[in-house]
């Protein structure tokens, strides 16, 4: 295992080097979005309409963040379950998107979208949230405010803590990590 430290926007070369259970610090600029926001991206995809973002080399994280108390920039901000974003992930991946964060294991579409097209599932420490909004620093809503919490934010985020999780070449850390530890 590894650590790797990125600036996004990331590229399929930084992504085609990591292999499940590197640690990976990113600073620079994530996105947030749920399974309502995906929605909405691919039907602005579907209807080549301008993203709120620009996809390729993005890293979007699947949270809905607590409000900010007063004088921070976001709240608590844990990771939420990334299956339910697993309808809408093949399209963006396809698009350029390079990184995903969550929590629990993608499926086989999205793992044949991430080693097609060089992408990689992270995973950030559930019950962690209030330690994983001190990554936050700069945080701003940009698309779809009707979601309210799960409006696509722009954070700006300085050491950001993920593991891998799912590489680009298949590597599953929920399959390997019970192997390596079951008793025969």
Same mark, same amino acid.
């Given at each position: 295992?590894?650590?790797?430290?990125?600036?996004?926007?990331?590229?399929?070369?930084?992504?085609?080097?990591?292999?499940?259970?590197?640690?990976?610090?990113?600073?620079?600029?994530?996105?947030?979005?749920?399974?309502?926001?995906?929605?909405?991206?691919?039907?602005?995809?579907?209807?080549?309409?301008?993203?709120?973002?620009?996809?390729?080399?993005?890293?979007?994280?699947?949270?809905?963040?607590?409000?900010?108390?007063?004088?921070?920039?976001?709240?608590?901000?844990?990771?939420?379950?990334?299956?339910?974003?697993?309808?809408?992930?093949?399209?963006?991946?396809?698009?350029?998107?390079?990184?995903?964060?969550?929590?629990?294991?993608?499926?086989?579409?999205?793992?044949?979208?991430?080693?097609?097209?060089?992408?990689?599932?992270? @995973?950030?420490?559930?019950? @962690? @949230?209030?330690?994983?909004?001190?990554?936050?620093?700069?945080?701003?809503?940009?698309?779809?405010?009707?979601?309210?919490?799960?409006?696509?934010?722009?954070?700006?985020?300085?050491?950001?803590?993920?593991?891998?999780?799912?590489?680009?070449?298949?590597?599953?850390?929920?399959?390997?990590?019970?192997?390596?530890?079951?008793?025969?």
């Amino acid at each position: 295992m590894a650590t790797y430290r990125f600036t996004t926007p990331i590229t399929e070369e930084d992504i085609r080097k990591l292999r499940v259970g590197d640690e990976v610090y990113f600073s620079g600029v994530i996105y947030t979005a749920r399974d309502a926001a995906h929605l909405k991206l691919l039907e602005m995809i579907e209807k080549d309409e301008d993203l709120p973002f620009t996809i390729d080399g993005s890293v979007i994280y699947y949270v809905g963040p607590a409000p900010a108390p007063p004088g921070k920039p976001i709240g608590s901000a844990g990771p939420t379950t990334s299956y339910r974003m697993d309808a809408y992930s093949p399209v963006l991946i396809k698009n350029g998107q390079r990184g995903m964060i969550g929590k629990g294991e993608r499926g086989v579409n999205v793992v044949e979208a991430m080693k097609e097209h060089g992408a990689v599932y992270f @995973a950030a420490t559930g019950g @962690a @949230a209030a330690l994983i909004a001190k990554s936050i620093k700069k945080a701003e809503v940009i698309a779809f405010p009707e979601l309210m919490s799960e409006a696509i934010r722009r954070l700006e985020v300085e050491d950001f803590p993920v593991i891998v999780a799912q590489d680009s070449y298949g590597g599953n850390m929920f399959k390997e990590g019970v192997a390596k530890y079951r008793k025969n």
